[in-house]
């Protein structure tokens, strides 16, 4: 049976049962992001190649409010018709997943977390941190830790040690989107291929880049399929525009572009009245 997660959050500005919309989005999207991240370990999806339902099955989360409080509600997504018995990679993302809030109540890492893991958390933290000065875990009912978000260190779940040259990789491209609040941005290449930075070191500094070309390094995460899918603790630098900084000319106009084309003059043909050259159009068919 899935396990029912509760965060009760207390002390904001907001009435009672209401939340900022933009807020909750973070936390729901990092409490998410938490649980994928524990389900790729425990049914080694990254190796294995196992298909994404699986994934899915154990990691997927269902959210809620609760009635009158500001509660988020969260528990694995069991689908229908599924058999009410947990199989044992399933009992351990619950497990995990309780085991890795209450851990960011104690401000304590476990040893088990993965720079990766502890990446999400950083951004759940955040997220908390920018809404409510004081959050109620309850598993299933029962409350486990209370804890004041400002009290937690945000270094606490940042990379135990920098990332070695050989595991760091370089992407080129254009800055298109940035959200220094959450400290994301995204860069896309030349052929379309996006790549999200989840927590960018020199944020704030890059910020002005948005639209121009940049280089891109950290740590690399690809997905099963081994594609580049985020660059974490990158570093953004100005790169070269390999257009050398031209830009596109101005849009032409229909007329423009007709009047510059070989061929009759727009508007008749020389040597021939309106009513000769619709009788000529009309002959040819």
Do not use: C
Not at 100 to 128: F, K, M, Y
Not at 171 to 190: E, K, M, P, S, Y
Not at 255 to 261: D, K, N, Q
């Amino acid at each position: 049976m899935a396990k029912r997660f509760e965060l009760h959050l207390e002390g904001m500005d907001a009435p009672e049962g209401l939340i900022d919309a933009g807020r909750l989005v973070e936390i729901v999207k990092s409490l998410q992001e938490i649980a994928r991240r524990l389900g790729r370990i425990e049914t080694d999806s990254a190796h294995t190649g196992r298909p994404n339902r699986h994934l899915d099955r154990v990691a997927s989360l269902r959210i809620g409010l609760a009635a009158g409080s500001t509660t988020i509600i969260a528990e694995r997504d069991v689908g229908q018709g599924a058999l009410e018995l947990d199989l044992s990679d399933e009992e351990a993302v619950d497990r995990r997943f309780g085991e890795l809030i209450e851990s960011i109540g104690a401000d304590q890492r476990p040893d088990w977390v993965t720079d990766s893991q502890a990446s999400t958390a950083d951004d759940l933290v955040a997220a908390l941190q920018r809404t409510a000065p004081k959050v109620e875990l309850k598993i299933d009912g029962v409350s486990k830790k209370t804890f004041e978000t400002q009290a937690i260190h945000r270094e606490t779940w940042r990379g135990s040690t920098p990332a070695r040259s050989e595991d760091e990789v370089t992407f080129t491209g254009r800055l298109f989107a940035v959200n220094l609040n959450t400290h994301r941005l995204q860069v896309q290449d030349d052929v379309g291929n996006q790549v999200a930075l989840p927590k960018v070191l020199n944020d704030v500094e890059v910020g002005k880049l948005v639209g121009a070309y940049v280089r891109v390094t950290g740590a690399p995460e690809v997905d099963p399929e081994g594609r580049l899918t985020h660059i974490n603790d990158a570093t953004v630098e100005l790169a070269r525009d390999p257009l050398g900084g031209q830009q596109d000319r101005a849009k032409a106009s229909l007329e423009e572009i007709l009047a510059s084309a070989p061929g009759p003059t727009l508007g008749g043909i020389a040597g021939l009245t309106d009513s000769e050259v619709a009788a000529y159009l009309e002959a040819i068919g």
